[in-house]
T-cell receptor, first 115, second 116 residues
Framework: NAGVMQNPRHLVRRRGQEARLRCSPM?????VYWYRQLPEEGLKFMVYLQKENIIDESGMPKERFSAEFPKEGPSILRIQQVVRGDSAAYFC?????????????FGPGTRLTVL | AQSVTQLDSQVPVFEEAPVELRCNYS??????LFWYVQYPNQGLQLLLK??????LVKGINGFEAEFNKSQTSFHLRKPSVHISDTAEYFCAVSAYGGTSYGKLTFGQGTILTVHP
């Protein structure tokens, strides 16, 4: 059973460009979480999605950031017009359920560098 | 809302010595507690979690943690560390029930460095 897949592993963008980060959850998991890890900080929750639905986006910046989890295909985190402050590691996690007791399985992350 | 404080940002120890990584949390509701480990340039791996029952939880790689409700702590321990335990360790909580779903609130992380 393959783990959570994320690609690309490393992404370099110039200021003003768009970044698209992909996450394929573990087989059988329909719950996806995105977290951001800024340098010298812990992970911060961004958004929680189920198939075709955004359930909680309270941790996501209101502008430039969006997320989706279509019926088919991976979950996408999209950052428009990137700025240097967006440089971070972005982790996706999937779980079999939405309960707080359910273990979240993390992908290897995408490290975004904005030049 | 929940918050997690990891009291030590870095912990250096010698191989085969015991180690304790400290974690305190604050929450207005009951929580589940987790410890994750992150090796360089990798994702997070679950070490152990406390849901209910016995306050002493055993995890992978010889780690264990004890939940102390009165002190709102969940410290991680290992009696004898190996070089391979060098990594960053994160304490996290998720709310029990309500509309917080399963989202995790993390501490700032503790870098454990094991020296030969």
């Amino acid at each position: 059973n393959a783990g959570v897949m994320q690609n690309p592993r490393h992404l370099v963008r110039r200021r003003g460009q768009e970044a698209r980060l992909r996450c394929s959850p573990m087989k059988g998991h329909s719950h996806v979480y995105w977290y951001r890890q800024l340098p010298e900080e812990g992970l911060k929750f961004m958004v929680y999605l189920q198939k075709e639905n955004i359930i909680d986006e309270s941790g996501m910046p209101k502008e430039r950031f969006s997320a989706e989890f279509p019926k088919e295909g991976p979950s996408i985190l999209r950052i428009q017009q990137v700025v240097r402050g967006d440089s971070a590691a972005y982790f996706c996690a999937s779980s079999p359920g939405l309960a707080g007791s359910d273990t979240q399985y993390f992908g290897p992350g995408t490290r975004l560098t904005v030049l | 809302a929940q918050s997690v404080t990891q009291l030590d940002s870095q912990v250096p120890v010698f191989e085969e010595a015991p180690v304790e990584l400290r974690c305190n949390y604050s929450s207005s509701v009951s929580v589940y507690l987790f410890w994750y480990v992150q090796y360089p340039n990798q994702g997070l791996q679950l070490l152990l979690k406390y849901l209910s029952g016995s306050t002493l939880v055993k995890g992978i790689n010889g780690f264990e943690a004890e939940f102390n409700k009165s002190q709102t702590s969940f410290h991680l321990r290992k009696p004898s560390v190996h070089i391979s335990d060098t990594a960053e360790y994160f304490c996290a909580v998720s709310a029990y029930g309500g509309t917080s779903y399963g989202k995790l609130t993390f501490g700032q992380g503790t870098i454990l460095t094991v020296h030969p």
